[in-house]
């Protein structure tokens, strides 16, 4: 059974940071494409930044350019997502989903497996 468990979500204010992780276990790590996923109140799902474990493709969307930096410890089946200078705007609560057999950039349509999420609250 593939489980993905996301950790370390909270609340922090804005211009603070927070290090999200993702746990895989149950699958070839180096076969997937990792990617964090976010979803605010009331708003659509969004990729927020992708990594391929194989090739090492990275992924930013233009709202985590800068600010976010993902990574992996393959030897901890671990992807993490190092939020930096952190706005209200990045409150939601973020899912980590894997996808077999594809590189960066991702489309949550196209994951093969999810987290439950674990919520990020920003506040002024």
């Known amino acids: 059974e593939v489980l993905l468990v996301e950790s370390g979500g909270g609340l922090v204010q804005a211009g603070g940071s927070l290090r999200l992780s993702c746990a895989a276990s149950?699958?070839?790590?180096?076969?997937?494409?990792i990617g964090w996923f976010r979803q605010a109140p009331e708003k659509e799902r969004e990729g927020v930044s992708c990594?391929?474990?194989?090739?090492?493709?990275?992924y930013y969307d233009d709202s985590a350019q800068g600010r976010f930096t993902i990574s992996s410890d393959n030897a901890k089946n671990t992807v993490y997502l190092q939020m930096n200078s952190l706005k209200p705007e990045d409150t939601a609560v973020y899912y980590c989903?894997?996808?077999?057999?594809?590189?960066?950039?991702?489309?949550?349509?196209?994951?093969?497996?999810w987290g439950k999420g674990t919520p990020v609250t920003v506040s002024s």
């Open positions: 989903a894997a996808a077999y057999g594809v590189t960066c950039p991702v489309r949550d349509y196209g994951m093969d497996h």
């Open positions: 990594i391929s474990i194989s090739d090492r493709k990275i």
């Open positions: 149950g699958l070839n790590f180096d076969d997937y494409a």
